[in-house]
């Protein structure tokens, strides 16, 4: 990737741009014990966007979500939130 396409992807900032994605279903999916991705952006997120919309905060770190129960328990929503808006 050259430095530019880097660069622009730091640049960038979903919150910007999250109400303009509609009629798309949008589902967070955040750990609220994260210190890498803070859950204060993802209510940031969801505040601005527009139905259908979801935000689950799971009481985890970030990690925690790559597996074991914290990972059946984000693909299980993951599943349903398809099965319901995207299928």
């Given at each position: 990737?050259?430095?530019?396409?880097?660069?622009?992807?730091?640049?960038?900032t979903?919150?910007?741009?999250?109400?303009?994605?509609?009629?798309?279903?949008?589902?967070?999916?955040?750990?609220?014990?994260?210190?890498?991705?803070?859950?204060?952006?993802?209510?940031?997120?969801?505040?601005?966007?527009?139905?259908?919309?979801?935000?689950?905060?799971?009481?985890?770190?970030?990690?925690?979500?790559?597996?074991?129960e914290?990972?059946?328990?984000?693909?299980?929503?993951?599943?349903?939130?398809?099965?319901?808006?995207?299928?």
């Amino acid at each position: 990737m050259p430095w530019q396409d880097s660069r622009a992807s730091l640049e960038y900032t979903p919150i910007e741009v999250i109400d303009r994605i509609v009629p798309r279903a949008l589902l967070l999916i955040g750990a609220r014990d994260d210190d890498l991705c803070r859950i204060e952006g993802y209510e940031k997120l969801y505040e601005r966007a527009r139905e259908p919309k979801r935000l689950v905060v799971l009481p985890i770190t970030h990690y925690e979500i790559y597996g074991g129960e914290w990972l059946d328990e984000s693909s299980r929503l993951a599943c349903e939130w398809f099965e319901r808006f995207l299928k």
